[in-house]
């Protein structure tokens, strides 16, 4: 069974400070999503990385996969209060697996 | 593009009764959708494959008999609960991907905004 490990599961924050989201897995995925979701709303699909060392950037956030494509990272730099929300990580192996989530919190 | 609608999105209903819930593709057909049950402030949870035109396929532990499955078109599935109970009280989801897969090699989801059942 694969497995996606994400941490911190929480992170409350201060408006203007950076941040690092972690995905780990033993297994190797052939690409691996990030997702955002809203209290209420279903999941919005943020980026898809696929080559290993692949980085990718949407605006203040940045997006790394594992070189050897077991791992992946969201890191935020000066965060909003509208980043709040909990972000997912999802890798495509067999099906897609999903991480436990981490619940962002920036506060004003 | 890649739309996806459910309906409701919120529902109410007693103990006892089955409810339907339905997830359509608004801008694409999709021979595959998923359907994922939420607990609050947790991860997805897969409940089922749902394929167009033949049975569902059910994850380890869902009761195929409770949770009835039927994706007669390529733009909608509808989930059933029967006999909802309290417990059965979630946040469910349903999702589904793109023909061409978005990203080459890759299983791209486009979630619904979900449905909140609440069973009293």
Same mark, same amino acid.
């Given at each position: 069974?694969?497995?996606?490990?994400?941490?911190?599961?929480?992170?409350?924050?201060?408006?203007?400070?950076?941040?690092?989201?972690?995905?780990?897995?033993?297994?190797?995925?052939?690409?691996?999503?990030?997702y955002?979701q809203?209290?209420?709303?279903?999941?919005?699909?943020?980026?898809?990385?696929?080559?290993?060392?692949?980085?990718?950037?949407?605006?203040?956030l940045?997006?790394?996969?594992?070189?050897?494509?077991?791992?992946?990272?969201?890191?935020?730099?000066?965060?909003?209060? +509208?980043?709040?929300?909990?972000?997912?990580?999802? +890798?495509? +192996?067999?099906?897609?697996?999903? +991480?436990?989530?981490?619940?962002?919190?920036?506060?004003? | 593009?890649?739309?996806?609608?459910?309906?409701?999105?919120?529902?109410?209903?007693?103990?006892?009764?089955?409810?339907?819930?339905?997830?359509?593709?608004l801008?694409?057909?999709?021979?595959?959708?998923?359907?994922?049950?939420?607990?609050?402030?947790?991860?997805?949870?897969?409940?089922?494959?749902?394929?167009?035109?033949?049975?569902?396929?059910y994850?380890?532990?869902?009761?195929?008999?409770?949770?009835?499955?039927?994706?007669?078109?390529?733009?909608?599935?509808?989930?059933?609960?029967?006999?909802?109970?309290?417990?059965?009280?979630?946040?469910?989801?349903?999702?589904?991907?793109?023909?061409?897969?978005?990203?080459?090699?890759?299983?791209?989801?486009?979630?619904?905004?979900?449905?909140?059942?609440?069973?009293?």
């Amino acid at each position: 069974t694969q497995l996606l490990e994400q941490s911190p599961q929480f992170l409350s924050i201060q408006e203007g400070e950076n941040l690092t989201v972690y995905c780990n897995s033993s297994s190797v995925f052939s690409s691996l999503q990030w997702y955002r979701q809203e209290p209420g709303e279903g999941p919005v699909l943020l980026v898809t990385v696929v080559t290993g060392g692949e980085v990718k950037k949407l605006k203040r956030l940045t997006f790394q996969f594992g070189d050897a494509r077991k791992d992946s990272s969201l890191h935020i730099t000066a965060a909003q209060p +509208g980043d709040t929300g909990l972000y997912l990580c999802a +890798g495509h +192996g067999n099906k897609l697996v999903f +991480g436990a989530g981490t619940i962002l919190r920036v506060k004003s | 593009g890649a739309v996806v609608s459910q309906h409701p999105s919120r529902v109410i209903c007693k103990s006892g009764t089955s409810v339907k819930i339905e997830c359509r593709s608004l801008d694409f057909q999709a021979t595959t959708m998923f359907w994922y049950r939420q607990f609050p402030k947790q991860s997805l949870m897969l409940m089922a494959t749902s394929n167009e035109g033949s049975k569902a396929t059910y994850e380890q532990g869902v009761e195929k008999d409770k949770f009835l499955i039927n994706h007669a078109s390529l733009t909608l599935s509808t989930l059933t609960v029967t006999s909802a109970h309290p417990e059965d009280s979630s946040f469910y989801i349903c999702s589904a991907t793109l023909p061409s897969g978005g990203v080459a090699g890759t299983l791209e989801q486009y979630f619904g905004p979900g449905t909140r059942l609440t069973v009293t």
